[in-house]
């Protein structure tokens, strides 16, 4: 059974950055893409970034590049979200997901169907 499990959100103030970690296990995690998704209430979830299966390649949203980072471990099962210069409408639920399909050189999914395995999810809340 594949989880993920997500950590490091909270509450900020806006300008402040965090790193949200996202643990996988029941899938050699190492062979999949990666993405970070948020969503707020009433909106659809969002791509925040995605990576590749071998860290080849990255996609950003618009109004998170330049500020929000992606990276992966794969020693280590885990994916990364470092988010700098946060703003008061970042504020949102942070996913993880998995991409369905193995090691794809495809450019990274903004779909997030193309994604079969979702982590909880963690609030991220900035303050003005």
């Known amino acids: 059974q594949v989880q993920l499990v997500e950590s490091g959100g909270g509450l900020v103030q806006a300008g402040g950055s965090l790193r949200l970690s996202c643990a996988a296990s029941g899938r050699t995690f190492s062979n999949y893409a990666m993405g970070w998704f948020r969503q707020t209430p009433g909106k659809e979830r969002e791509l925040v970034a995605g990576i590749r299966w071998n860290g080849s390649g990255t996609s950003y949203g618009d109004s998170v590049k330049g500020r929000f980072t992606i990276s992966r471990d794969n020693a280590k099962n885990t994916v990364y979200l470092q988010m700098n210069d946060l703003k008061p409408e970042d504020t949102a639920v942070y996913y993880c997901?998995?991409?369905?399909?193995?090691?794809?050189?495809?450019?990274?999914?903004?779909?997030?169907?193309?994604?079969?395995?979702w982590g909880q999810g963690t609030q991220v809340t900035v303050s003005s």
């Open positions: 997901a998995a991409d369905r399909i193995y090691q794809s050189y495809d450019p990274v999914s903004y779909d997030p169907v193309r994604y079969n395995y």
